[in-house]
T-cell receptor
Framework: DTGVSQNPRHKITKRGQNVTFRCDPISEHNRLYWYRQTLGQGPEFLTYFQNEAQLEKSRLLSDRFSAERPKGSFSTLEIQRTEQGDSAMYLC??????????????FGPGTRLTVL | AQSVTQLGSHVSVSEGALVLLRCNYS??????LFWYVQYPNQGLQLLLK??????LVKGINGFEAEFKKSETSFHLTKPSAHMSDAAEYFC??????????????FGAGTRLFVKA
C-alpha cells in the first residue's frame, strides 16, 4: 500500500511534554498538509508545504507548534509544552495533481494525541 | 473568508431510502467544493469534487452532488442507501483560482446512520 502513513497512531503524554508526529506522504506528491480534528468537528487547516517550503501557516498554530518537511519528503509536526487543549486527532494529507485548490488530497489515518 | 455549514450533525435513513446531506458554503471567490467520507478508524476519502463545468457531479459509490450558485449549496445525494454508507461525511471548500487557494475549509460533518 502506498498511501499516506502517519506515526504514531496514538500518543498519550503528560501536560508540558514535547511530542513529535511523522507523516510520510504518497511518494510522488509534492504538496503536504497538516490538519487538526477535534471531536464533533471537521478537520481544521494547520499548515501547508509545497516541496520543502512551508507556504502557509494557520493562526491556529501557536508558537509551540512547528512543522518541517526536510528535502520535500516526509514531514514532522512538533508540539512543545503540550496542553490539554492540544488533545485531538492530527491528520496529514498529500496531493500532487493539478493546481493546489483543485487537486485531491489523500489523507492518512491520523495520530490521536491525548494530553493528560 | 470562506465557510461551510452542514445542516444536521446526524442523519438517519432506512436502507434503500434516499440519502440527502446538506451543505451550504460562503465564499467571496468562485469556490471549489468537495465531499469527503470518513469511515471509522480510517482516513478521509474524497467522494467527489466540483471545480468548473457541469454543476452536477458524480462521485464514487453512487453519490452525486449539485452545485447551485444561487443557493450557495452543494448537497450530497444517493438514491438508495446501503448499510455500508454509514459513516461521517464532510463538505469542504477551497479558495479557487483567484487565491491560488490551497487552504481547504471543512464543515463540522454529518454522521449518516443507515437502518436495516
Amino acid at each position: 500500500d502506498t498511501g499516506v502513513s502517519q506515526n504514531p497512531r496514538h500518543k498519550i503524554t503528560k501536560r508540558g511534554q514535547n511530542v513529535t508526529f511523522r507523516c510520510d506522504p504518497i511518494s510522488e506528491h509534492n504538496r503536504l498538509y497538516w490538519y487538526r480534528q477535534t471531536l464533533g468537528q471537521g478537520p481544521e487547516f494547520l499548515t501547508y508545504f509545497q516541496n520543502e517550503a512551508q507556504l502557509e501557516k494557520s493562526r491556529l498554530l501557536s508558537d509551540r507548534f512547528s512543522a518541517e518537511r526536510p528535502k520535500g519528503s516526509f514531514s514532522t509536526l512538533e508540539i512543545q509544552r503540550t496542553e490539554q487543549g492540544d488533545s485531538a486527532m492530527y491528520l496529514c494529507a498529500s496531493s500532487g495533481e493539478g493546481t493546489p485548490s483543485t487537486d485531491t488530497q489523500y489523507f492518512g489515518p491520523g495520530t490521536r494525541l491525548t494530553v493528560l | 473568508a470562506q465557510s461551510v455549514t452542514q445542516l444536521g450533525s446526524h442523519v438517519s435513513v432506512s436502507e434503500g431510502a434516499l440519502v440527502l446531506l446538506r451543505c451550504n458554503y460562503s465564499s467571496s471567490v468562485p469556490p471549489y467544493l468537495f465531499w469527503y467520507v470518513q469511515y471509522p478508524n480510517q482516513g478521509l476519502q474524497l467522494l467527489l469534487k466540483y471545480t468548473t463545468g457541469a454543476t452536477l457531479v458524480k462521485g464514487i459509490n453512487g453519490f452525486e452532488a449539485e452545485f447551485k450558485k444561487s443557493e450557495t449549496s452543494f448537497h450530497l445525494t444517493k438514491p438508495s442507501a446501503h448499510m455500508s454508507d454509514a459513516a461521517e461525511y464532510f463538505c469542504a471548500v477551497s479558495g479557487g483560482r483567484r487565491t491560488g487557494g490551497f487552504k481547504t475549509i471543512f464543515g463540522a460533518g454529518t454522521r449518516l446512520f443507515v437502518k436495516a
